[in-house]
């Protein structure tokens, strides 16, 4: 099993830029989530979804977009990049209780 | 709201058995308690969960006294390698499907 996957590892982008992140999960995990996480700082919630067809928001949803169209897959969209969106962006998934297994991440820096 | 609270840092030497105990005051009767490791650059990684007394598994153990309002993390003989970020989760008011990231402990084993 590959576990969590998330591409790209690294991404530059201009301010207004929009970009997917993709992450995909081979353990048949009905929940995944979106993470961000700042220098120094704790993971914050974005989005979340809690099986194909439905997702929610998190803590911090605003400028990201999502969706869940089968088991496996949970992108991430940002709709116009702003430099406030500068940072490292984890996908994860979620088996028993609340074990969750995180992807290696996304650095993200916006110009 | 379930919120934990944690020491920011901690420092050990090589060899040392290391407690970092998290404090969960309105722990809900059926929440587990969890905690990840995350080293530099990588995604959070389970540790260990447990609900009462003690768990224990190849890593490390778990205490959590009968009041469960607390949960002390326990790290036999660190290494260099156990330097990281330490995180102890609770579901909060979404349950565990809004799960929250504090700022962790962080861990400095020294030589």
């Known amino acids: 099993n590959a576990g969590v996957t998330q591409t790209p590892k690294f991404q530059v982008l201009k301010t207004g830029q929009s970009m997917t992140l993709q992450c995909a999960q081979d353990?048949?995990?009905?929940?995944m989530s979106w993470y961000r996480q700042d220098p120094g700082m704790g993971l914050r919630l974005i989005h979340y979804?809690?099986?194909?067809?439905?997702?929610d928001q998190g803590e911090v949803p605003n400028g990201y977009n999502v969706s869940r169209s089968t088991t496996e897959d949970f992108p991430l969209r940002l709709l116009s990049a702003a430099p406030s969106q500068t940072s490292v962006y984890f996908c994860?998934?979620?088996?028993?209780?609340?074990?969750?297994?995180f992807g290696p991440g996304t650095r993200l820096l916006v110009l | 709201l379930a919120k934990t609270t944690q020491p920011i840092s901690m420092d050990s030497y090589e060899g040392q058995e290391v407690n970092i105990t998290c404090s969960h005051n309105?722990?809900?009767?059926?929440?587990?308690i969890t905690w990840y490791q995350q080293f530099p650059s990588q995604g959070p990684r389970f540790i260990i969960q447990?609900?009462?007394t003690k768990v224990t598994n190849e890593v490390a153990s778990l205490f959590i006294p009968a009041d469960r309002k607390s949960s002390t993390l326990s790290l036999p003989r660190v290494s260099l390698s156990d330097t990281a970020v330490y995180y102890c989760?609770?579901?909060?008011?979404?349950?565990?499907?809004?799960?929250?990231f504090g700022t962790g402990t962080k861990l400095q084993v020294i030589p």
């Open positions: 994860a998934s979620r088996g028993q209780q609340e074990t969750q297994y």
């Open positions: 447990g609900y009462k």
């Open positions: 309105n722990i809900a009767t059926n929440d587990y």
């Open positions: 979804s809690v099986g194909a067809g439905i997702t």
């Open positions: 989760l609770t579901p909060n008011s979404g349950g565990y499907q809004k799960v929250t």
């Open positions: 353990m048949n995990h009905e929940y």
